[in-house]
């Protein structure tokens, strides 16, 4: 089976892919880190609580990470997915924070990757703050992990968020610049593009959530405000809306838990914008090899969107 750790700001895409790996049968996830994204982390850390109620897997341990990125103001993607990051179609019957663990994300993650060195991958789906922390605390924290899977990047100079970076890496850009250099275990990145290229048409959708289950009863509540707002062109109409929706957390998640999963890599060195005017937190692809990295990351290019719809269809059964 395959032990992951996953790494969330909870919101709705990121739900999607926790009950994505919830979904298949050997899959462990051993523990889910909160970090402060598309909304604020006690609001992560609830959204993800609902997550496991909802999908009866309340045994999860949970725990809460940075408040803040490592520099500058936190952003928040209230527009996209809702102020509480889930589509402000709260539960009354929500379980609280006391199911939070005791012990923070930052050494959690630390200490559940030396105790699987070389067996967990992780999965991050949010700003890369816990990640860069992990790090400082313990240098041997990513060559304890097989793989790390990152949603977060844009191989363009045309960002989501701000005018040329996509929000993960432009929510922390010193926590993505620290993980990008520093973490030498293999990398994989589903870049903003990437996804938006490989979207599941709204037909799929449709039939996606007309499953008869909890699960698709859920979510079908907290995906109403995303797919308005996509389907309204809240912003990059032409990548966003269209022909389908962009699910973006769900791919690094995919390639985590099947190999087969991406057919086309770009092996390439990375790195982030640090000081631009107008250029923080976008990815920088190394294509000449000028920086002489011998660490490559492999930015995903293609995936077997079969597979993808299958995972996607189990993850509401
Ligand atoms: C990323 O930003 C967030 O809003 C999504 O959850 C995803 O992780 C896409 O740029």
Partial sequence: ???????????????????????????????????????TVDNVCKNVLRVLKACQRPEIPVFRGALKPILGNTLSAGHFHGQDGLGDAP?????????????????????????????????????????????????????????????????????????????????????????????????????????????????FCDVWLAQDSEKARFMKRIFQHSMDASRGGCFQKEMVAGDGFVSCDCYAMAAAIDDSFVTAFHKVAVSVELTGTYTRGMMVLDTQELLKKKHKAFVMEQVDLEKFKALMMAALK
Avoid at 104 to 132: D, F, Q, Y
Avoid at 155 to 184: H, K, Q, W
């Fill in 1 to 39: 089976g395959k032990k992951l750790l996953v790494d969330v700001d909870c919101g709705v895409d990121d739900a999607q892919a926790i009950m994505m790996a919830l979904a298949v049968p050997d899959v462990q996830i051993l523990g889910i880190s909160c970090v402060s994204g598309n909304t």
């Fill in 91 to 203: 539960d009354p019957k929500a379980p609280g924070l006391d199911r939070i663990q005791k012990e923070g994300a930052v050494a959690a993650m630390v200490r559940i990757a030396s105790e699987h060195a070389g067996e967990v991958s992780l999965v991050a789906t949010g700003p890369l703050t816990n990640l860069a922390m992990a790090l400082r605390i313990d240098p041997n924290f990513p060559q304890n992990l097989k793989g790390l899977y990152i949603m977060g990047g844009n191989t363009d100079s045309r960002g989501n968020s701000t005018m040329c970076a996509e929000f993960n890496f432009a929510a922390d850009p010193e926590a993505a610049y620290i993980v990008l250099n520093e973490f030498l275990c293999p990398t994989y990145i589903a870049c903003w593009e990437f996804t938006c290229h490989s979207k599941l048409p709204w037909e």
